[in-house]
């Protein structure tokens, strides 16, 4: 059973087949008629019920049309991806041939007989790596390359296939070093995120003009690389903050656009945005949104932050973000005064949820540390995370590093000052922060050294100083760090990426 088929009632879509024509015969063809785009649309905006109502009926009126085996494909790795639901993609990754096998029925002469069939393998790459199938995703990967790139060779204007090539292109640069071998050996794939960046814009420039389908998602994909990949937030901000994204009325629109918002130091527009989030009854449910509002509302030291986390956790079924979540409970109950609430949460941390993704794996190493973090550097790592640099410079203000007695908390003063001064354009005091952190921290594979060193980086770039900038990063890469090693090494990557471009 699809996706859309648990949401189709049997008889209506029976009553549908029975105005199929018998004698129908008309060739197999891809076409994006006005039926198929409100699917698109609809399965885009989590709406799987009227989907499924749209595709039936493209399949009983218009039986050669294959666009149905891409939309149900779109919306069955979408559906796996949000809900984390390990019975249903083993369930559903079965019907990835059949599918396969009925896009392949199309005119071999048409640009969408590859692009489909690359494009539903890139879809169901990603939802093999929420998994931890990266095998099958870096296979999925380079076959759905090879398809991209020979039908760039037979149609080059073709804008739909450029969308996905510009994608693949900006992220072949930073893979990180535990995934090389896959993507070299599975793939074949190269590029670089300024490579990519130019296509995504030429695609973006050319679909000005005609109407394609795919703008939208290739909006938000050019986000995202700005915001990831060329660490360029303003740009990230700029893309989305646009009509042709609907945050109040499109589930996914808004969990983009406020992850964007928080992720730019626009905290309190984040808020505004998951607060108004359509929750009805016609859109799967998307948890994510109470994970994200409760840490928004958690870096405003907002009192009601915990309720959102407990919502988020009483209905996500997934693997990811649970032990993240009681950690942000239990800094909830600390930055409020309640020591035995952090102490609880965080043994639930220990016991529930899987430590695969980073946030998951660092919240569970500060639940095996028994070390409470400092309040003072608590409070004042969520201000900063919300994008309220003053506020967080007001907590920090009357402390110095010889006020803390643990040495960890001293090289974490170091590093917050430095990002705090950073973020309000005062180079010369942070990089004097960063130096200390670094220096105090390498030795022990510190997170905060690690991150220091990046962020020296950045800076040497954005003063367009590129040696400086490369030393910095290539020490970056030699650096090891308690958390989130694999992402420090990757925007490090991603900024010698942007040095050679």
Not at 384 to 390: A, E, I, T
Request: hydrophobic content about 40%.
């Amino acid at each position: 059973m699809t996706i859309f088929q648990k949401y189709v009632s049997l008889p209506g879509f029976l009553l549908l087949l029975a105005s199929v024509p018998l004698s129908a015969a008309a060739p197999f063809r891809y076409e994006i008629t006005p039926k198929a785009q409100n699917a698109y649309e609809l399965t885009t905006s989590l709406r799987f019920t009227e989907a499924g109502v749209v595709v039936a009926q493209i399949r009983a009126k218009d039986p050669g049309n294959l666009i149905p085996y891409h939309l149900e494909n779109y919306a069955d790795c979408l559906a796996v991806y949000i809900s984390e639901d390990e019975n249903a993609y083993n369930r559903l990754k079965r019907k990835k041939s059949e599918r396969l096998a009925a896009v392949q029925q199309c005119d071999p002469h048409s640009p969408y007989f590859r692009f489909v069939q690359a494009d539903m393998r890139l879809q169901w790459a990603l939802a093999h790596l929420k998994f931890g199938d990266y095998f099958s995703a870096f296979s999925e990967t380079g076959k759905a390359y090879k398809l991209l790139k020979k039908n760039q060779e037979l149609f080059p204007s073709f804008l739909p296939n450029q969308k996905d090539l510009a994608l693949l292109h900006a992220i072949a640069g930073v893979v990180p070093d535990e995934f090389k071998w896959g993507m070299k050996f599975l793939t074949g794939l190269e590029g670089s995120i300024a490579q990519g960046r130019r296509e995504m814009e030429a695609v973006l420039h050319k679909s000005r003009s005609t109407h394609f389908l795919f703008e939208t998602e290739t909006r938000i994909m050019y986000a995202f690389l700005l915001l990831h990949l060329a660490n360029d937030g303003q740009a990230a901000w700029q893309a989305v903050s646009k009509d042709q994204l609907q945050p109040a009325q499109n589930p996914v629109h808004c969990f983009i656009v406020a992850n964007i918002a928080m992720r730019t130091g626009r905290n309190d527009k984040a808020i505004e945005l998951l607060e108004r989030c359509p929750r009805d009854n016609r859109h799967i449910p998307l948890p994510f949104i109470d994970q994200m509002l409760g840490v928004a509302k958690l870096r405003r030291l907002d009192p009601d932050a915990d309720k959102y986390m407990i919502r988020f956790l009483q209905q996500h079924k997934g693997r990811n973000f649970i032990k993240d979540a009681y950690q942000k409970l239990a800094w909830h109950s600390l930055v409020h005064g309640d020591k035995k609430g952090y102490r609880q949460n965080m043994e639930y941390c220990l016991q529930k949820g899987h430590a695969t993704i980073g946030n998951d794996r660092s919240a569970l190493r500060e639940a095996r540390s028994e070390h409470l973090p400092h309040i003072i550097l608590l409070r004042a790592r969520l201000l900063f995370d919300g994008g309220y640099f003053q506020k967080a410079l007001e907590v920090m203000k009357n402390e110095s590093a010889t006020a803390f007695e643990q040495e960890r908390h001293r090289i974490e003063y170091a590093y917050r000052m430095g990002r705090i001064h950073h973020s309000l354009g005062q180079m010369d005091t942070a990089m004097k922060f960063y130096q200390s952190a670094l220096q105090q921290g390498r030795a022990q594979g510190s997170f905060f050294a690690c991150n220091a060193c990046l962020q020296i980086g950045l800076i040497y770039e954005q003063l367009r100083q590129p040696v400086q900038a490369k030393e910095y990063f290539q020490r970056c890469l030699s650096l090891e760090s308690d958390e989130y090693e694999t992402e420090l090494h990757q925007k490090a990557k991603a900024g010698l990426n942007r040095l050679k471009g």
